[in-house]
């Protein structure tokens, strides 16, 4: 399994420069927003959703070897109880997307001890099951409006509130993902991963991690899933509960780098603009993303982070 | 009399129809380091994955300080403070060497000040010989030092106990001594330690008591001195405790055989005589895993009709050496030759498909399927009357599969399944077999079956490479002898004079004396 190829760079510290990179980054967005057209807005509400995903997921997978397939499921459930809590409650917008992380995470612990109970692939599969059978309920259950899903009783906030929103998001993203893979925990985190048996015998217990960072990634992906329910005023679940978003963020870390603190800001960038760049052919997108796909797998297991990385090192002598 | 330190009561472990744990018990005493010998397969490890509770056993009770520790997972007892080292090194490998003692160190003390983890942990590793090391990814740490960083890791988690699995294998003679000095100062610091090993220098200038196991059962017990001492233990070390027995087996169900050896050097000679190239022959082969050197220089020859059996401890290279011949390892350097050709690099079917079946250590059935079905893959492609006629003659070897010729393949006893997987191996007619260690793990009486099985193969005339850690057996049925050590080929020649040779109990015992 390619997962377990992981980078050893990312047991290095980072180097403190590289560590300033993602604040500046942020903070030069923020300042920017009043400047940008809505199309830019639009573009980057996208980037942000997808970027916040695909930390989490990164996260997981990368650094928790939890490969989970089940991201469309807390998506989903994010963008549903955002709904519900402004629909049956009005609670503010706020109040609703934090209650939507919260649920996510509460049902990553209600399914904790069926998953973990199966590892590596046997997980993997697992996940994809949980959000294909969670699709199919909120499909056939009528309480929570069916297949056609439920509109938010209120307007959406503007773009530029909701772009403001998004961006908040992420900060509080790399702020958890700067925690999670700088401290002690990470250590935990990766000794678990890298051989749960051989950690349990050195005193570590596996299932508390586990579940704690797959809470944890729950958590964020609820965010983010409900905001994106409440851009869209409207959350139905083959949209919100749908396998796209795992593929998506799948393919997100993949081609920027799994287990690499840059890989999904790159990935997410790039998976942005060729879908950007391809709008108006949209076959020609998903036949040319999958052959990128094949070719990184392929040529660059550790995605464009980690070609850049190899090749720098390789230049770094020369010069 | 006090509390014991760490106390196993009647375990039995099965995994299948296999016991590898068979009502072992032991008590380790305060201050107390107890050595735990016994040939490969005799359940070392098990008792070690039972005691630090990566197994839970099957019956029996373990208790650590006077409290029952039987139901608790391996992370409790080691927070408890039972450290384990692995005898084949697990390290985090994507983390550095320091992470991975401070894995421990955090687990164990989630809010403790960071500064004075990582001091822990550096005198930890300086202690180890590590110190060099400690900001090194694991990946690219060497085989021994992996071992060491077993020790260390097991260190840094404070504990009362040690479980020591095989941390002399491999090592050359200075470094045994630095682990013997490694081991002598941990005795202020950990309450009691559990040393099993191979290396008797170790085990001799370390443990005050020995708990020997042989085919999972408690063998002999007492001090190390005794022990070492006696001939019951050095004649099961070198599989000779059924020595007398299985020699009368053998001449009344082999009526016409004038007892192996006699017969066997003519059969080889004239073979050799009539073809030009050996089956299967090995040049310089060398190979390994990642820095690991496994096999160091390999020559061989199996002549046709001739039985060739590799002798060695374990860590030698033997296994290693039937999968380069498989072809399922590419050799680093060197050639494999098969009828005087070049496969060197060839996928293993296709090697298969030369004529050179594998018998594999751990036999490898496929479960789903039934006796009948395993013996029958292998011969997919022959005429139904051929595959009919080699099934009868499987059945005739091993009348036991006939009567399961409908169970599924992995329901029977561990003999059985080893029957099986020979079995299978004749199925597709081969010209030379490769059986690796197929006495791991049976009873003594299933050995003798199957070594009677093999004697009549080899007056069928069947060419057989034979990858073994029972020496006598091996040479009651080989024409001629390698005993590895260290990858590489330490004493070579035909078997009876080998048997005579003083070289051979030294090699295979390690430091005997």
Not at chain 1, 50 to 65: K, Q
Not at chain 1, 253 to 279: K, M, T, Y
């Amino acid at each position: 399994m390619t997962v377990r190829n992981l980078d050893l760079a990312a047991a290095a510290p980072p180097r403190p420069m590289s560590r300033l990179i993602a604040p500046a980054a942020l903070l030069a967005l923020a300042l920017a927003t009043p400047l940008l057209s809505d199309y830019a807005l639009e573009i980057g509400f996208r980037l942000l959703i997808l970027l916040t995903l695909a930390e989490a997921w990164n996260l997981l997978a990368g650094y928790g070897g939890l490969v989970s397939l089940g991201t469309a499921s807390f998506v989903g459930v994010g963008a549903y109880v955002l709904t519900g809590a402004v629909n049956q409650f009005g609670w503010p917008y706020w109040a609703a997307i934090a209650a939507g992380g919260c649920v996510a995470a509460l049902l990553a612990l209600g399914v904790s001890k069926a998953v973990f109970r199966l590892r590596g692939l046997y997980f993997t599969v697992a996940t994809l099951a949980l959000a294909e059978a969670l699709r199919l309920f909120m499909v056939n259950h009528q309480g929570f409006g069916g297949a056609t899903g439920l509109f938010l009783a209120v307007d959406p906030p503007g773009l530029r509130h909701l772009f403001w929103i998004a961006l908040s998001l992420v900060v509080i993203t790399t702020a958890v993902m700067s925690v999670a893979t700088g401290s002690r925990f990470s250590i935990l985190l990766r000794a678990v991963r890298d051989d749960e048996d051989a950690a349990a015998q050195i005193g570590v217990r596996p299932f508390r991690i586990k579940l704690a960072v797959f809470m944890l990634a729950s958590f964020l992906m609820g965010l983010a899933g409900a905001t994106q329910g409440l851009k869209l005023g409207a959350v139905e679940p083959y949209g919100m509960f749908g396998v796209q978003w795992t593929v998506n963020v799948l393919s997100v870390v993949i081609i920027g780098g799994q287990g690499l603190r840059a890989g999904p800001a790159v990935g997410a960038v790039f998976v942005v603009a060729l879908s950007e760049a391809l709008a108006d052919y949209p076959a020609l997108h998903i036949a040319i993303t999958g052959l990128i796909m094949i070719l990184v797998i392929r040529y660059a297991p550790r995605g464009l982070v980690g070609l850049a990385r190899t090749r720098g090192q390789r230049m770094a002598p020369l010069s | 009399m006090s509390v014991a330190l760490l106390e196993a009561d009647a375990l039995v472990m099965r995994y299948g129809g296999v016991t590898a744990t068979d009502h072992v018990s032991l008590r380790l005493n305060r201050g107390e380091v107890l050595g735990v010998i016994g040939p490969n397969g005799a359940g070392k490890s098990t008792l070690i994955g039972l005691l630090g509770g990566a197994l839970r056993p099957s019956e029996g009770r373990i208790r650590f300080d006077g409290e029952d520790v039987t139901a608790l997972a391996a992370s409790e007892r080691a927070r408890k403070g039972i450290g384990r080292t692995y005898q084949i090194p697990r390290p985090f490998l994507d983390m550095t060497v320091r992470e991975n003692l401070l894995a421990a160190r955090f687990s164990l003390h989630p809010f403790g000040s960071g500064a004075q983890a990582r001091q822990a942990c550096d005198a930890i590793l300086e202690r180890c010989g590590l110190a060099d090391a400690a900001q090194w990814p694991c990946r690219e740490l060497p085989l021994l030092r992996r071992k060491r960083l077993e020790v260390a890791r097991a260190l840094a988690l404070e504990p009362k106990v040690l479980l020591l699995d095989e941390v002399g294998a491999g090592l050359v003679d200075h470094e045994v001594s630095e682990l013997i000095e490694l081991i002598g100062s941990l005795r202020s610091q950990v309450q009691g330690i559990i040393v099993i090993e191979h290396v008797l220098r170790v085990v001799r200038e370390c443990c005050e008591r020995l708990l020997v196991i042989h085919f999972g059962k408690p063998f002999a017990e007492g001090s190390t001195k005794d022990v070492l001492a006696s001939h019951e233990v050095a004649a099961v070390y070198l599989g000779t405790a059924h020595a007398t027995q299985r020699d009368h087996d053998a001449t009344t169900a082999l009526p016409g055989d004038t007892t192996g050896n006699a017969t066997a050097a003519p059969v080889a000679t004239a073979a050799t005589g009539a073809v030009r190239a050996p089956v299967l022959e090995l040049r310089g082969i060398c190979a390994g895993y990642g820095q690991a050197r496994v096999l160091d220089g390999v020559d061989l020859a199996v002549w046709p009709g001739q039985v060739v059996a590799i002798l060695g401890t374990n860590g030698a290279g033997k296994t290693t050496l039937s999968q380069v011949i498989s072809g399922t390892i590419r050799p680093t350097a060197g050639t494999l030759l098969v009828d005087g050709h070049d496969v060197t690099g060839l996928p293993a079917h296709r090697i298969a498909r030369l004529g050179l079946a594998q018998c594999l250590e751990g036999r490898r059935i496929f479960a789903p399927l039934t006796v009948e079905e395993n013996l029958l893959l292998p011969a997919r492609s022959v005429a139904a009357a051929v595959r009919a006629e080699r099934l009868e003659r499987v059945y005739a070897l091993f009348p036991d599969l006939k009567e399961r010729r409908h169970h599924a393949g992995t329901a029977m006893s561990g003999g059985q399944q080893q029957m099986l997987a020979i079995g299978r191996a004749l199925m597709s007619q081969p010209r030379l077999v490769v059986f690796d260690e197929i006495s791991l793990g049976l009873a003594p009486i299933m050995m003798d079956r199957l070594y009677l099985a093999l004697a009549q193969l080899r007056q069928a005339g069947m060419t057989m490479l034979i990858v073994e850690q029972d020496v006598e057996r091996a040479l009651d049925l080989a024409d001629e002898v390698h005993i590895m050590e260290y990858g590489r080929f330490a004493l070579s020649g035909p078997a009876a004079p080998i048997r005579r040779d003083p070289r051979l109990r030294h090699l295979y015992v390690g430091t005997a004396d």
